[in-house]
């Protein structure tokens, strides 16, 4: 019987700043980033917060908002540190865990009664702690699985404790707003609004051909959703690594051979990533050259690498710094490592940020998984494979 917790800390940029820069308390302040060309507020401070800033406004209306409005500039190492203490608590409760780094973490409690007593006890425990080493006030709600979890901690945050208990999930979601569903994106919801559905139980009334007339394809699974229905697991990352790695019939050096041979690894290895929802922060190039000399190089990137393009990018730029003897290579291999899950929900209806380059990887991932790794791809590997390459594995 599985027992569910989520963890949902509001403005968690902010309080991490707060945390390293005590000077930020009690005053108005955005962290700002770049989003579609312009700046935007990927956070804002309690106290902006107050005076009507919102988050992700354009960075120049919060400054009409705010004229004295300072612009924090974002911290990965602060984020890093804070989830840091954040997993170090949550570690010595939760044997499985699942955080986006953003403030958003799943904890799997299931069989942890006899040890740490009924959930909501467990989860309490936890804010306490997290609260006492870090002053973060965490909204957190227990249950029987992550979507119910994550609108419960939706309807009571910035702070406090919700239990949802086992069997009336269906009756808790009955009246709650729809848009409290997660995956909900926003072409999804105007579809939505014309139906004059307002709360989470007119979905959960839908019979399966209502359901399919209405919204398609995925309208059985957003029906179930408001029912409460949900079996994706906490995905904890771990140490795994993800490693592709492609053999030369015989030792190359020609430029378009092993650049196409770097491409088709970082292909299969984004393809295994993303299937399991996750995205990397480090990447690692392998490479043994004809007389047996291996040379490795490695990356932690900032952000994380989720599209083929952003990880053939690193592995080219990794190839460049490390390839610098005039010998031929015999293998190459690419390893992705430090995952994360993806920053929306495994049973997605729609992306919430929709871009040319996560769409047009989601098509060509679609079609690879269904007919075969390697049914899809770019030029450059066409052009190798006719010069000298083995197929990467």
Known sequence: MRTIAHLNIIGFRAAAAELFDSSLRGRPYVIAGRAGGQAVA?????????EGVKYGAPLSAAQRIVKELMVVPPDPGAYSKVNSLLEDVISRYAPVWQNDGAGNIYLDLTGTRRIFGPASDCVCHIQNEILDKTKIEAAAAAGTNKLVCKVASRTIRPEGLIEVRRGEEAAFLSHQDIALLPGLGSSLMKTIRVTGFREAGELAALSDSEALSLFGKKGILLRDSARGID???????GNRVIESRADFSQDAIDETVIKGAITSV??????????????????KLSVIYADAVKADISEKKKNLLVTDKDIITAAFGLYQKSVIRRVRIRSIS?????????????DL????TDTKSRKLQEAADKIQLRYGAGKVT????????????????
Request: charged share 25%; proline share 6%.
């Open 266 to 283: 970082c292909g299969n290895a984004g393809l295994q990533m993303r299937r399991d929802k996750l995205g990397a922060s480090a990447v």
């Open 231 to 237: 079996d994706s697991p906490v995905a904890s990352a």
């Open 378 to 393: 770019r030029g450059i590997v066409l052009a190798a494979s006719k010069k000298d390459f083995a197929y990467a594995y």
């Open 42 to 50: 990927w956070d804002v401070s309690p106290a902006a917060l107050k």
């Open 349 to 352: 209806f729609e992306l919430e």
């Open 334 to 346: 690419v390893s992705l490592e430090d995952f994360s899950p993806l920053g929306y929900e495994p």
